[in-house]
């Protein structure tokens, strides 16, 4: 059993000469593991409570946010899950990861806020998004 | 007070870019944002009822503020809404037997009002409770 660092912000844990028991990743430049995540409020006075990996997050309009990486990711071919809710109007949200006016790149992607029922974008008080790659 | 960065995006309206702070705002301003974009304190955007019109502020120097035309064509919009599925659910009930706590012409009475008050606001609180009514209404008549 020893510790084994492969290089900054990573490292194993392994067990005699085989196999790695636990494998520790804090670098966006690892894969399988979460790239970016980040919590905001989007309703009138914007927020971010919260985030790993991002620098900013851009109002567009309602409903519509462009999240920024602080580390690009090696490719655009990232997995981005996300709810919304509000106890307002807006119970809950539905998150889409792609807007017309901007696919997802390696250094950012928009995402658009919508509600079953209600007309349109919506902004919630509580967005929370996470990019797995 | 926090600083955000401001600018005029590509549809005409403003985007406001919040920094998390993993960067310094000056970095976030030069990575994140389009040439011209400037740093303002957060306190000096609109509030209250005005920053519920945030697709309808439009900046001008450093200076964000609401353009009322277009916070009345949305409002008008956001009325339209509301009367179309209302007007959805109304004829549902009629169809299962159900009575409107409102009748079809107080109904219609009532959105011409509306109607008449969101067109005739100067300020957002006028357009937020114009619409007011409606809501009301809608809220009283549900399920």
């Known amino acids: ?133 | 007070m926090s600083q955000v960065i401001i600018f005029t995006n590509t549809s005409g309206n403003v985007s406001v870019c919040v920094p998390t702070g993993e960067l310094d705002i000056q970095t976030v301003l030069t990575k994140d944002c389009p040439a011209g974009a400037i740093i303002v304190d957060s306190s000096t955007l609109p509030q209250g009822t005005d920053a519920a019109f945030f697709d309808s502020w439009k900046l001008s120097g450093t200076t964000v503020s609401v353009d009322m035309p277009t916070a009345i064509a949305h409002q008008t919009k956001t009325l339209n809404n509301l009367a179309y599925a209302e007007a959805q659910h109304r004829s549902a009930k009629a169809g299962i037997g159900l009575t409107n706590v409102m009748s079809d012409a107080d109904w219609a009475t009532a959105l011409s009002t509306a109607r008449a008050a969101v067109t005739a606001s100067t300020t957002t609180a006028q357009l937020v409770a114009a619409i007011e009514p409606i809501q009301a209404a809608i809220t009283a008549n549900a399920l």
């Open chain 1, 1 to 133: 059993m020893g510790l084994v660092l492969s290089g900054a912000g990573s490292g194993s844990i392994q067990s005699g000469t085989s196999g790695v028991a636990v494998q520790m990743q804090d670098s966006a430049s690892n894969s399988n593991t979460c790239q970016a995540w980040v919590t905001y409020k989007s309703t009138s006075t914007q927020s971010i409570r919260a985030s790993f990996n991002v620098s900013s997050v851009t109002y567009v309009a309602t409903g519509t946010y462009t999240i920024n990486f602080t580390n690009a990711l090696p490719d655009t071919n990232y997995s981005t899950v996300g709810m919304g809710g509000s106890s307002s109007t807006v119970g809950y949200s539905v998150l889409s990861n792609y807007s017309s006016n901007l696919a997802p790149t390696t250094t950012a992607f928009q995402v658009r806020e919508y509600s079953p029922g209600l007309p349109g974008n919506v902004d919630t008080d509580y967005v929370s998004i996470a990019v797995f790659r």
